[in-house]
């Protein structure tokens, strides 16, 4: 199959690009606006499948909305009939066509030509209007907000919201890339005439900008945002692509003694902790219990010992565990528990914690093994 997409450099068209090779498509004619426009008929010529993405919509005057709206969509389909090719064609528009605007008035103009086209050649056509779309390869200042947030906060720039409380629909890229390729295989969702991405998110701008500084701020509280939230876990995934290719790394606390270190590496505040832990050859630590806080030890370099005593028996119990054989042991309340580094090198312990540390209730008592 030949897929012709215009736009291909742009924000959606890099991410449905590569998505399509994902997926084994490879006969993919990309076009873009320094490309040859004497390729562009040859590609009208070969295509089974149009992504009709290219459109201006930041110009450096309105005269340009018609122009690389309207006139260039004329272009492309006066070419596609010349070859008498009635192949399905995808076009991007905007929720801007329903406004009074520059912009908007070039996306209807667009529209309602695509539904000419559509009812004169017979040629199946998929018209989005798109929204606030957002993800990996946006353009701050030119794409969406969220772009626009991310960079900036990222950099510790500072920016401007004049209305926190004004709603704002936010569609991921992901989601509209699924959406665009369902129509290369004639399931879109349709819905009054119009194709839509199913999946959508409603916020505000304030809270948008609260959620991203939160993100930001998440690499020195440790905290980790709500994976449970789709929205918080696309916008995360999106913020990280806007950090500065010489900030993707932050150093961590390091508590430092004779007898190794431990280290806090990441907090939540409904799935625990997790920490780092580095003994040296010989050294015990622990010798505490807790009433309700749980942990797992998992030492992934090294070999050592974990020793249980239920609090009130005599019995001791032993693990031994190894980087060798990565192996999870579970922390019981009500055992007091040390671990042991018998090995010649480091022993490294990933521990997690049911709840993260907190100073005023450490639920800790000590208690040899």
Not at 165 to 182: F, K, P
Not at 294 to 321: A, Q, T
Request: charge should be negative.
């Amino acid at each position: 199959m030949n897929i012709l997409v215009t736009g291909a450099r742009g924000f959606v068209g890099k991410n449905l690009i590569v998505e399509l090779k994902n997926q084994g498509f490879e006969n993919i004619l990309e076009f873009n606006s320094d490309t040859p426009i004497a390729l562009l008929d040859e590609y009208c010529k070969q295509a089974d499948f149009v992504f009709h993405l290219a459109g201006v919509n930041r110009p450096q005057n309105s005269e340009e909305f018609m122009q690389g709206n309207f006139e260039f969509t004329s272009i492309l389909f006066n070419k596609l009939k010349e070859h008498n090719n009635t192949c399905p064609v995808m076009v991007s528009s905007s929720i801007q066509a329903e406004l009074d605007n520059p912009y908007g008035k070039s996306k209807k103009a667009e529209e309602d030509l695509v539904f000419s086209y559509q009812r004169t050649t017979g040629a199946t056509v998929y018209v989005y209007r798109f929204t606030n779309l957002y993800g990996k390869w946006s353009k701050p200042n030119y794409n969406t907000v969220v772009a626009t947030f991310c960079y900036k906060i990222a950099r510790g720039e500072e920016i401007e919201v004049n209305d926190p409380s004004a709603n704002i629909t936010l569609c991921y890229i992901d989601d509209v890339v699924r959406a665009l390729i369902n129509c290369l295989y004639g399931k879109p969702t349709v819905q009054n005439g119009f194709c839509i991405v199913s999946q959508q998110d409603e916020t505000t701008v304030g809270e948008l900008e609260k959620t991203i500084r939160f993100f930001k701020e998440s690499r020195k509280n440790l905290s980790i945002a709500n994976l449970a939230n789709r929205l918080e876990k696309n916008l995360y995934s999106t913020y990280l692509s806007f950090l500065p290719e010489d900030n993707f790394s932050y150093p961590l606390k390091m508590n430092v003694d004779q007898r190794g270190s431990f280290t806090e590496f990441m907090r939540t505040p409904d799935r625990g902790q997790v920490s780092v832990n580095v003994s040296k050859p010989g050294v015990v630590k622990g010798n505490h219990w807790h009433h309700t806080k749980n942990e797992k030890f998992l030492v992934v370099s090294g070999e050592g010992i974990i020793r249980f005593r239920k609090v009130g028996s005599d019995k001791v119990i032993e693990y031994f565990v190894s980087g060798e054989k990565l192996e999870v042991v579970d922390i019981p309340v009500g055992y007091t528990h040390n671990i042991e580094n018998i090995g010649n090198t480091d022993m490294v312990t990933l521990m997690w914690a049911n709840e993260p540390f907190d100073p005023q209730n450490p639920d800790t008592y000590y208690v040899e093994v």
